[in-house]
């Protein structure tokens, strides 16, 4: 849970000062309308018994209601490591939770409050939830039968063969990624952009959601083993590992490209490594751990110049990190799986597995974003042409805290210029119109 308001404070610091708020209330307001759906309805579409050929579940769950008692609670998972289902139900709620606000970082700037929340609920409601039975129902834990991913895919392709993905490569960053990707084209460009690409207003604020971020992804991705086990061990240790890799990764392209490591740089690439491990964590070596994050890194870094060339504003390079790291990390599987450490993984290409496990992670990366991309953009006009999705131009020159929160990040009201009384320092905008950053500002 604290991944989200880490994930805030990421985004929030990217953004300039007068649309700091909205960025973090954008995050915050995840928490509250995914948490009651998933309660509502989403438990039970995503982890309910099969409603339809693998790809949603039924109303099993609806309310939560059919999960046991306090007394005679429903268990999942393998003795000795059995767990409540009522704690994977929130285990798995924080996955629901972040997965739309990482979208988020696409939009600054300009998205109104209420589109946004009904966007929100749309969304997980048409793409999540049912993604997320596709990847993490697994037939005979929650359910006895699951999504098609997770389930008969890899069967279809090669024979005991199975989607390797253990924390959430697909259905959250390539799903959200891909979404972040089409909601941006549906929205549009910001006022002014590329010329006037916007500077991050705050580096510490970047650096701390990073770090907040980090701390809270060895509970992503080892938590997802549901057991203190030799598998949560694993995942936890090539997390570890893997981000660190990914930051060098990062600083080596920038110093290349640009001259000069920096911070957000660094903060970019821990979570471009951490997205990339994501799905492998618990089925690679440390050293396979160490090649996928280096690998992240410096892919995602490259890849931030794409909005440029390509011409769509993704404001805070969603697509870059979670697209673009989420693919790789999900494909590197075909490459560096190995069954050395946990007898349910397959073996990769590098240890004499063949092309067929590299088939089987691109089949299923290739179907989470077509479904997520086409899905989210039919969602994105509908809303626009309802609610609406985009704010004035007068209100996004403005400020959009102003005109969707009637509140400022920050108050200048008691600062005065040179000691002159009476002359009352006014925040402006200017700061927001200076050159960009390296990252910003890389030569399309």
């Not at 009904?118 to 596709?134: D, E, K, R």
């Not at 701390?208 to 083993?225: D, E, K, M, V």
């Amino acid at each position: 849970m604290l991944m989200t308001p880490g994930l805030a404070f990421f985004y929030g610091g990217m953004v300039r000062s007068r649309s700091v708020l909205n960025m973090l209330m954008m995050n915050f307001m995840c928490l509250a309308i995914v948490g009651v759906l998933w309660c509502l309805y989403g438990f039970s579409l995503a982890f309910g018994n099969d409603a339809f050929g693998g790809l949603v579940g039924n109303f099993e769950f609806l309310g939560m209601g059919g999960m046991g008692s306090a007394d005679a609670p429903t268990l999942i998972g393998t003795a000795p490591d059995t767990i409540p289902i009522w704690a994977f139900a929130m285990f798995q709620l924080m996955f629901a939770v972040i997965t739309p606000a990482l979208i988020s970082g696409a939009l600054p700037d300009r998205v109104k409050f209420w589109g946004w929340t009904l966007f929100v609920g749309l969304w997980v409601t048409i793409v999540y939830f049912p993604v997320a039975h596709w990847v993490f129902s697994f037939d005979g834990s929650t359910a006895e039968t699951g999504g098609w991913i997770a389930n008969t895919l890899g069967g279809l392709i090669a024979e005991d063969g199975s989607v390797l993905d253990f924390a959430g490569g697909t259905a959250v960053h390539i799903n959200a990624g891909a979404a972040g990707l089409a909601v941006a084209l549906i929205v549009g460009k910001r006022r002014g952009w590329p010329r006037d690409p916007g500077r991050p207003h705050s580096l510490p604020f970047v650096l701390l959601g990073a770090a907040l971020l980090w701390f809270g992804w060895f509970g992503f991705n080892a938590g997802s083993a549901l057991g203190a086990n030799v598998n949560a061990a694993i995942a936890f240790t090539n997390t570890m590992l893997a981000t660190s890799a990914a930051v060098i990764g990062w600083l080596i392209v920038e110093q290349v490209r640009d001259g000069k490591p920096t911070t957000l740089g660094a903060a970019s690439g821990a979570i471009a490594g951490l997205v990339a491990i994501t799905p492998a964590c618990a089925f690679v070596n440390p050293l396979g751990a160490m090649a996928i994050g280096i690998i992240a890194g410096a892919l995602c870094a490259a890849a931030v110049s794409l909005k440029f060339r390509l011409g769509f504003d993704d404001s805070l390079d969603v697509v870059a990190v979670h697209l673009v790291g989420g693919l790789w990390g999900t494909i590197s599987l075909g490459f560096f799986a190995t069954s050395s450490l946990n007898s349910s993984s397959a073996d990769g290409l590098f240890y004499g597995g063949g092309f067929s496990q590299l088939i089987i992670q691109l089949v299923a990366a290739l179907a989470v974003l077509i479904y997520s991309f086409v899905v989210t953009s039919i969602i994105a006009v509908v809303v626009k042409a309802t609610v609406g999705l985009r704010v004035s131009d007068e209100d996004e020159s403005t400020g959009i805290d102003e005109s969707q929160h009637a509140e400022s990040g920050y108050d200048y009201s008691g600062l005065r210029i040179g000691g002159s009384s009476g002359s009352m320092f006014e925040h402006s905008t200017a700061g927001d119109r200076a050159p960009a950053t390296p990252r910003e500002g890389s030569t399309p």
